[in-house]
């Protein structure tokens, strides 16, 4: 017999056959489902193979076919916005999420009721301590030193970024640190001799400084009617004076100063800051902190050549030292807050959104204060007030619409 050749007797012919038949049959058979088995295996392992698969087991989609179709678009807007955005492109909006747009619109928004809450609570806090306590070169001199406390305290605990502050950014800070510091001692001493209301009035005429000293210091002239605008601000700024029942030239004149600070703060660090642009440490609350910081320490001696240690006294009968303290630590923290917060408004608007906004917290205050106080006025008073805030407004939109003479160039 030889090596590797199997003998079959005669006597199993029969048997043999039906073996053979047998054994060719599952041959067949296994050879079908193996072959059917690889082709799946090379089909699941395509990206279809696999997207079959999730569906398959997938209950719902045995359940609803729609429902996982509307399923799988959702999941590609959702994988396309983040794709986008992880490319550097802005994400759009997607079926399941919240447009970006609609999101910064409530952001700004949010920072515009801050802003606009603060300020109120600062303007009325700040006019009953006055009242209580006539210091106000003191006063804002404190109210400068409580925001430089509160973020040199944020700093050390690290809730806020440091600034990297040098020499070089000092120095660029100093003029306009010169005009903040000028200007709100002026504006304090303005609230401690007139009526709210009238110093923001006169302080409505701000435009107007701005327009001369773009022309004088920045070489930036308006369009005409641009200065037109000028007319109904210089006009109801007058009216509304020649009508103040409380009016002091005093503080007519430290209103009208604080303007012409507040112009200077603004066009200075135009130039100033120009190199400081792409400081990243150098976020809107940084800036305006650094400049408080600085302000401080420029208004404390003439704070203390002006009126020295006064002492804590109300001059309000009935008013403890307690209560005196308190309302000077109030009216200081919220005067840092409203103009922390306007940087931020300022951050994240254009500039004339940001005078427009300006513009309708003015008239907020304005009127505010005139119901909390219950400040006598005049109707030809409240036609001048009407009149020079809404020059305010054309000047902000005037500004923004017709070109100046620096940009055509």
């Known amino acids: 017999m ?6 079959v007797p005669p006597s199993s012919s029969l048997f043999s056959r039906q073996y053979r038949h047998a054994t060719l049959s599952a041959n067949k058979k296994r050879t079908f489902f193996s072959s059917l088995f690889e082709s799946s295996g090379k089909y699941l392992a395509t990206s279809r193979g696999t997207l079959f698969r999730s569906q398959f087991l997938n209950p719902l989609y045995l359940k609803d076919k729609n429902a996982v179709s509307h399923s799988n678009r959702e ?17 759009q909006k997607s079926n399941v999420g ?3 747009t609609l999101v910064h619109t409530l952001k700004v928004g949010f920072y515009f009721f801050l802003w606009y809450f603060f300020n109120f609570i600062f303007n009325i806090a700040n006019k009953r301590t006055l009242n209580m306590w006539k210091y106000p070169w003191v006063l804002s001199t404190i109210q400068l030193g409580v925001g430089a406390l509160y973020c040199s305290i944020l700093w050390i605990l690290g809730l806020r970024t440091r600034p990297k502050v040098s020499k070089k950014l000092i120095k660029a800070l100093i003029w306009p640190s010169v005009g903040h510091t000028l200007g709100h001692a002026a504006t304090c001493m303005s609230f401690s001799l007139v009526a709210i209301s009238f110093t923001h009035v006169v302080k409505s005429a701000e435009p107007v400084f701005g327009a001369v000293g773009s022309a004088l210091i920045l070489g930036e002239f308006f369009h ?6 000028l007319i109904p601000i210089v006009s109801g700024v007058a009216l509304s004076a020649a009508t103040e029942l409380t009016f002091t030239w005093t503080g007519f004149i430290t209103a009208m100063i604080s303007n012409v600070a507040f112009v200077t703060r603004n066009i200075t ?32 001696p003439f704070a203390l050549l002006m009126e020295g240690f006064p002492p804590l006294a109300s001059a309000v009968a009935g008013v403890s030292k307690a209560k005196l303290f308190g309302s000077i630590m109030f009216c200081s923290l919220f005067y840092h807050l ?6 931020l408004c300022l951050d994240n608007v254009s500039p004339v959104s940001f005078s427009i906004g300006n513009t309708i917290k003015r ?20 036609i001048g007030s009407t009149i020079a805030i809404i020059g305010t407004m054309l000047y902000s939109l005037a500004k923004a619409k017709l070109p100046s003479k620096r940009e055509k160039q």
């Open 2 to 7: 030889q090596q590797g050749v199997t003998f």
């Open 269 to 300: 660090s135009k130039f100033t800051m120009v190199d400081f642009k792409n400081e990243k440490t150098l976020i809107a609350q940084n800036t305006y902190a650094l400049i408080t910081i600085i302000s401080f320490f420029m208004e404390l």
């Open 224 to 229: 005409p009617l641009t200065y037109l605008t």
């Open 338 to 343: 409203y103009n922390e917060v306007s940087y």
């Open 75 to 91: 999941k590609g807007s959702i994988r396309a916005a983040v794709d986008k955005s992880e490319s550097g492109g802005s994400p």
């Open 98 to 100: 919240v447009s970006p």
């Open 363 to 382: 008239v907020i205050i304005i009127f505010g204060s005139i119901l909390v106080f219950r400040t006598p006025i005049t109707r030809l008073n409240l």
